[in-house]
């Protein structure tokens, strides 16, 4: 089903039938496909500001003439939200497809990815088939969304436009779309200068520098403003010559000089691709710098992409990514991640006039037609200068003048790798030889960015894991004929991060060990993937001596923090890697940057940084046997646990939760380090989130060993700490262990003082039965569950009016509170009660849904589908049931009996 809002209001390539009003409807519902919009939008919307009396029953027409109108499978579905539109997902919707298009192209294009970009770019502007809301323009909400959509929709023209011309590009077809753009927004000062350059891209300067006066006028006389920055610079590379010498030129070329490959090239084709458009690009980009930890490829990427590169300007096509020419040490490599490369992005594709600084005007290349490999893993201090000589063939002199004469004017692709422990002599002569030699491209590869301008980052990462598994199956049957998989392959993998060095390491043990023996001993890592290619560098010959290579080139400082950082597991903020690792926040972020600078640690989603597992491994084995960090770690856990709790009850529950699932990880970990009084308090705190997110049968386990050494300990907390093992005791065995749960009970009816966890009496009550002794708290959310409970218990006594009146007030209060799974709660309770409890399961869902609880959204489900088929609807009760066991099966929860 496809829904156009760029152009006529069409489903599915047909016309919708009915009034505007009924048209406008739909547009305003598939604005929001996917989410609910309230009554009081859909009424705005479109009657403005002169409703009319009883709005309310007129929007309600308007929505019963829509679903008529409607096909199969789409309908307006109500609840007490709002209305939504099911059956329409956002990607079936042009305008909202458009919308992510757009804002991912130009993600890509400031990420330095032109290619990319201008490939999502074009997909989003080819959505538009007239204005939009062409036919529903009259009601008041439109004029507003279709203006907000026409800026979207030019902004996207200019990013387009933009995207093209920094890939290489042929601008002549661009000239032709801006100067139409153009004529509508004469003002528009980026469309201007994106005209100007394809003007002078096709060799027509005369005409650029005429539009560039036409625009300088016209800003002078109607703002009275000067041209902008960007108009400016468009102008001056139009004086300089520089656009139209961006245009691509072909010849015969040289042999490449690049190591040939011992082992063919897996997975990396993405990165393959974007290196090969960097490294032909026109407008030069002259610096493209490999960044990664040790072990992910940089080098045989490197040199593929080179080969690819050279074979081009061969053939006069284009480098396929597949091209097997490129070659040389190291592994093969995957996808592209943001990793290690200091802000974890490229730092643009402009080109290398930055990098030329300081030397002959900057020039725009035509691709290389022979590259040159320069490998720094073997030279020491003051030794970097003659590797760079004996590479290029220069004799007896190691001078730059030297190495500036042997390139002149020569269109050379310089692979320079290994250059992290060399950067403070490398980066100066890279930067020297750009500036004296125009045709000059310089790939280089590093644990850490050469740091000159104009440089563009390409980081790797990890391994996509299909490739990952690929690489090690294809080098496993190297080492082991016949060999063809194994289904603990991706296990294998997924331990070793994706890195290729590490795969292919443990591929090669093949040859003594199986699959599965492989995987077990892999807590052991070091020892085990100690056996590599005798002739490749020690760096690269062992998993320990990767990692040791980047530990060496660290400061002290940068040594203690990594150590200390290995207490996490899950990755950290700065603020939790200040405060576990006992430094400044300020002290910490330098670090944490300098680190991620140095592909010691990613800088991953949410400002968060991680270490790869085999990074913090070997970190962990430096850190000392009294070193604070541990404790801290567990300290700080436990008052983030205690923080959150009540924030679970309330308005900011989703906003908790979320917080608690990126921490879930580093909550485990603190829990099987924390001695046993810490352990029944974290235990006790997190119940409620592992309730809510429906996590308590993965967290029994935990629980259990939590008890044993609780049980186990002299003294023993469990007598001063009731409460918490009681919480423990439940979440561990239910209600299975009468001699535990019979301990519990006694402790906790000897209590005097309120209950510390409110949740401790629900839990209670639902898995041993009510404990009329307990001294539940006072609280608001307290009072409104004993409401639910009560409620409950009179519905299935059939007592209906003392139900409707408990569960009714145990709804007020909840929703007082902005609980969603109290008010769930209370909803499947009324919904009993209810003549029509469509809506009231509707909302119940929707809330339960919110907080991912598979349990409850199971049983409610099912609860639903039995209403269904009583009222004889078996194809909604079919449904649901469905649902439910998909939703079983995802959560990994046994399969619904009455599904």
Sequence with gaps: MIFRLLGPLTVSGAAVPGGPRVRALLALLLLDAGRTVTAGRLVDGLYGDTPPAGAANALQ?????????????????????????????????DALRFERLAREGALAGAAGDPVRAARLLREALGLWRGPALADVREAPFAAGQAARLDALRLDAVEECAAARLASGED???????????????????????????????????????????????????ELGADPSAELAAAHLAVLRGEAAAARLVSGPGRPSRLPAPLTDFVGREPERERLGALLTAAPAVRLVTLVGPGGAGKTRLALAAAADVTAERETGGVGAAGVGAGGGAGAGAGAEAEAGAG?????????????GAGGSEPTSPAPPSEAVFVD????????????????LGVRDSAAPERLVEALAGRELLLVVDNCEHVLDETAPLVRELLADCPRLRVLATSREALGITGESLLPLGALEPRAAQELFVR????????????PRVDEVCAALDGLPLAVELAAARLRALTVDELADRLGDRFRLLSRGDR?????????????????????????????????????????????????????????????????????????????????????????????PAPAAHTAYYLRLARAADPELRGAAQLDWLARLDAEDADLRAALRRADPADGLRLVAALT?????????????????????????????????????????????TGARDEARVERARGLLCRREEPLRQPFTAFLWATSVGPEARLPVPDDPWSRSLDLAGQGHLALARGESEEARRCLTRALEGFRALGERWGTATALEGLAALSDEPGPL??????????????????????????????AGDEDAAAADRARATETARRAGLARPASA
Excluded at 73 to 78: F, I, K, L, N, S
Excluded at 476 to 483: I, K, L, V
Excluded at 593 to 603: D, F, G, H, N, T
Excluded at 694 to 713: F, H, I, M, S, Y
Aim: glycine share 10%; with cysteine.
């Design 61 to 93: 027409s308007q929505v019963s003439r829509l679903r008529r109108l409607l096909p199969e499978g789409v309908a307006v579905e109500h609840s007490p939200a709002g209305y939504r539109l099911t059956g329409a997902d956002p990607e079936d919707v």
């Design 171 to 221: 601008p002549a077809p661009l000239v032709r779309e801006l100067t139409e753009a153009a004529a509508v927004h004469p003002l528009r000062e980026r469309l201007r200068a994106l005209q100007i350059r394809a003007l002078a891209g096709t060799g027509r300067q005369a005409e650029a520098l005429a539009a560039y006066e036409e625009v300088r006028g016209a800003l002078a006389e």
């Design 343 to 355: 802000a974890g992005a490229e730092a643009g594709a402009g080109g290398g006039a930055g990098a």
């Design 376 to 391: 720094l893993g073997a030279v020491g201090p003051g030794e970097v200068a003659g590797a760079f000589a004996r590479a």
């Design 475 to 486: 080098r496993g049957a190297a080492a082991r004929p016949g060999f063809a998989g194994h």
């Design 535 to 627: 002739t490749a560098p020690e760096r690269h010959r062992t998993l320990a001596g990767v990692v040791e290579w980047s530990w060496s080139l660290l400061t002290e400082e940068e040594r203690t923090l990594a150590a200390r950082l290995s207490v996490f597991r899950g990755g950290a903020t700065a603020e939790a890697v200040a405060r576990v690792c006992g430094t400044e926040l300020a002290d910490a972020e330098d670090v944490l940057a300098s680190l991620a600078e140095k592909s010691l640690v990613e800088r991953a989603a949410g400002g968060r940084y991680r270490m790869l597992e085999t990074i913090r491994a070997y970190a962990a084995g430096r850190l000392p046997a009294d070193d």
């Design 688 to 732: 409620p989130y592992w309730w809510l997110r429906g996590l308590r049968g993965q967290v029994a386990g935990l629980a259990a060993r939590v008890l044993d050494r609780a049980e186990g300990a002299e003294p023993s907390p469990v007598t001063v700490l009731g409460e918490e093992y009681a919480l423990c005791v439940l979440l561990a």
């Design 841 to 870: 399961l509707a909302e119940a869902l929707a809330l339960f849904e919110s907080l991912g609880v598979a349990e409850d959204i199971v049983d409610l489900l099912l609860r639903r589908a039995d209403r269904h088929e009583a």
